[in-house]
């Protein structure tokens, strides 16, 4: 029988590491903080609220590129439909933000004004446990994790991968973007949710509800890259890629990969879910085109630019994909979607290993 050689388990964090850590701590509970409240508008150290919000749904991007990264880079799973769950986590956040408008929308009514304006009596039955937070938060973790698990139980069963897989998951994605586009769903159409006032009973425009969420979003995405990395670095990990290197071997070695690729699916996907619920308090709307396949495609992009199975490659990546992507769409709206093609096939050619390899390289030759 074949023996399955595991990566060997290093520390969680180098010294360089914890550091870096301490140091991106630092800088989302306190240095943006100050920059933003404390610091004078017309300084140039002054970090508006317009890249408060930027650097915020960046942050929610990075949750779903490490996510990405787990069942991407480190169990060699290439999924194009992890749009779908983000968008998910993010309908169940803005379920509950649109209760939480009240009698304040437009027609002054107990339901959603896009219930009242197509003739709905009552909500409908999925609305069930929108107007509680706690439930909320449940339903964030658990719509996208039971769509995962029951998608993934029957493709994994059937041992389907490779390109069927990605081309299947593009599939899944864009059907559960055409029924959101239904009105008759009660998700609001095309038009989705928006126009959020208040959250736990607080308005959510004012500045320092801006900077609670930011904080909050700052902290989970480091809170996912500490477990991402204590993750990768079991035992369960060090399975993962063995099954990403050799399935074959590892299957007659004694292992079922059933198990271990449904469970880290099924984990990467509430990682998105989570994401998406943080990316609607941060940018206010939630709309079916969260789901497009494009949306999914570009969180791969972000991966593959910053570097596979590195989990700082890809946080990295969605920075540099998505900050040029701020800047390229204000000054050459026109050339953005060129740019993020030849980003790409640039990356394909010259930087397999994204970004991260690109530097690790740059520091072997040095040495």
Not at 251 to 261: A, D, E, N, V
Request: aromatic share 14%; hydrophobic share 55%.
């Amino acid at each position: 029988m074949s023996k399955v050689n595991l990566p060997t388990k290093g520390p969680l964090l180098t010294r360089s590491g914890w550091t870096s850590f301490i140091v991106a701590l630092i800088v989302v509970c306190a240095v943006a903080p100050l920059l933003n409240l404390v610091v004078p508008v017309d300084s140039v150290w002054h970090m508006s609220d317009y890249a408060i919000g930027l650097v915020g749904k960046i942050m929610c991007y990075a949750i779903a590129a490490l996510a990405m990264d787990l069942i991407w880079g480190y169990t060699g799973i290439l999924s194009l439909g992890h749009g779908m769950f983000f968008a998910l986590g993010g309908y169940a956040m803005g379920m509950y933000l649109m209760r939480q408008i009240g009698h304040d929308g437009n027609y002054k009514s107990d339901l959603p004004d896009f219930m009242v304006f197509l003739s709905w009596k009552e909500l409908p039955w999925h609305w069930a446990l929108s107007g509680s937070f706690g439930a909320t938060l449940f339903l964030v973790v658990f719509a996208p994790g039971l769509v995962a698990l029951v998608f993934g139980f029957f493709a994994f069963r059937s041992r389907i991968k490779g390109v069927y897989f990605s081309i299947i998951t593009q599939a899944m994605t864009f059907a559960a973007m055409l029924l959101f586009f239904r009105n008759e769903t009660g998700f609001g159409g095309n038009n989705g949710f928006t126009d959020f006032k208040r959250i736990l009973g607080m308005p959510m425009a004012t500045t320092s509800m801006r900077m609670v969420l930011f904080v909050l979003t700052g902290l989970t995405l480091l809170g996912f890259f500490l477990f991402a990395k204590w993750l990768v670095g079991s035992k369960y990990g060090r399975v993962l890629q063995a099954i990403r290197d050799a399935e074959t071997r590892v299957m007659f070695s004694g292992y079922s990969p059933l198990g271990y690729k449904l469970s880290i699916w099924v984990i990467s996907a509430v990682m998105c879910g989570v994401a998406g619920a943080l990316y609607v308090t941060q940018v206010g709307i939630i709309n079916p085109s969260e789901m497009s396949p494009a949306n999914s495609i570009e969180i791969a992009v972000w991966a593959a630019v910053g570097g596979r199975a590195t989990l700082i490659g890809p946080i990295l990546g969605a920075f540099i994909v998505n900050g040029a992507k701020s800047w390229l769409t204000v000054a050459y709206p026109e050339f953005w979607l060129y740019f993020l093609g030849a980003l790409f096939i640039a990356v394909t050619l010259f930087l397999p290993d994204g970004v991260v390899g690109l530097v690790k390289k740059l520091k072997g030759a040095k040495a």
